[in-house]
């Protein structure tokens, strides 16, 4: 069972997003906040796995949020959902800590797989945004090449969480047990000074990163 923690200043769009993510035996909605100032409260007074967020909300918005969560709770997930189809804003929640950016728009059945891809250490961008993001980033890494000091190994594990696989598929593609996989992406984030797999892909797609 996964406990969520739903940040929305809209009362019924909370209602309808916990209707659809209850509809799953495993999720259950534990505490509700109209705002970020509310949801870091709400985080002290329940254990939470994972954090569905606004970005545009009164007194603290989901960026922020996010950030000061992340701080504070760094093993908790944290999936932005937004009516908002804005790449600078996935860009950065995406460096802010998060771990997924999805559109209100989005069908039941999508909700429900981001929030288990990043309960799993999976990332999830809305392919509208993605459409927008990507190509962004991929055109600043041509402007600034820079060595990456990451062996070929290191190399193709980044390249495969930039493209937001899980620990087990990557495990599976290259014939590893997880365990190796974990413990190859630890040397890369201290070797890139990064502070989570999230800043990792956004290296991976930001540097195009190949083997």
Known sequence: MFNILLVEDQALVRQGLKMMIEQDPQLKVVAEAENGLEALHEMEQHIIDL?????????????EATRKMKERWP???????????DDEYAVQALKDGANGFLLKTAEQQKLIQAIYSCMKGGMTIHEDVAAKMVPKLLQK??????????????????????????NKEIAAELHLS???????ITQILQKLQLRDRTQLAIYAIKHDITP
């Open 51 to 63: 954090v569905i967020m606004d970005i545009r909300m009164p007194v603290m918005n989901g960026l």
């Open 75 to 85: 093993d908790v997930k944290i999936l932005i959902l937004t009516t908002f189809n």
């Open 178 to 184: 997880i365990g190796t996989v974990k413990n190859h």
């Open 141 to 166: 890494s041509k402007q600034v090449r820079v060595d990456i000091p990451l062996s070929p190994r290191e190399l193709m594990i980044a390249k495969l969480v930039g493209e937001g696989k899980t």
